[in-house]
């Protein structure tokens, strides 16, 4: 994932691991995703070619898309406590997440939807899928949050065009630095 932050471009990358370079600083950083943003590397970026790219706008709308309650909650406090400013819609299922974002004007989608997998209805996956062959809504940065440990289902969901997979933390002190970090890469 490379973050241009003078211009908020980002640009996804489905190799394995994951990576995030910021060019805020004068010699590009390289950072590995796990759990929370640590420095892994210094490298310059060589080519964008192969990329996916997402204009990150100035809302902080999240779609927080999760079959239970509780965790939608707790998902929501955590981001909360990194940035008070932060919009939320609850989203129950991936049928509801299609329809959601069907009947939304452009201008008002969400700056980044929270997905989990393993949902009654429309399976996450599929609404994965579904998004990504939308032209409207290909540009929506999707991380996949979810309890699901199969390696198949990390492989699909960037396969599919995730811009991250992360497993749901066992603590809310984990959820917290997750939350903060995708709130400075996507929300800032």
């Known amino acids: 994932m490379y973050v241009e932050k003078r211009d908020f471009w980002l640009f996804f990358d489905t190799a394995l691991p994951h990576f995030v370079e910021l060019f ?3 010699t590009p950083m390289k950072f590995a995703f796990i759990g929370v943003v640590i420095v892994y590397n210094i490298q310059p970026i060589k080519s964008c070619n192969n990329y996916s790219f997402m204009r990150l706008g100035a809302k902080n709308l999240i779609f927080i898309v999760d079959d239970d309650p509780d965790d939608r909650q707790l998902i929501l406090d955590a981001f909360l406590e990194n940035n008070s400013a932060i919009d939320y819609v609850f989203i129950e299922d991936g049928i509801q997440l299609m329809d959601t974002l069907h009947a939304t004007d452009p201008e008002n989608f969400p700056a980044l939807i929270l997905l989990d997998l393993n949902m009654p209805g429309m399976m996450g996956l599929h609404a994965l899928k579904e998004i990504r062959e939308n032209k409207d809504l290909k540009h929506i940065p ?9 390696a198949q289902d990390e ?34």
């Open 155 to 188: 492989s699909s969901s960037y396969k599919l065009g995730a811009s991250c997979f992360l497993r749901k933390p066992q603590t809310y002190k984990e959820l917290l630095e997750i939350a903060g970090a995708i709130t400075r890469l996507w929300l800032s």
């Open 142 to 150: 999707t991380i996949i949050l979810t309890t699901s440990s199969f």
């Open 24 to 26: 805020s600083h004068p």
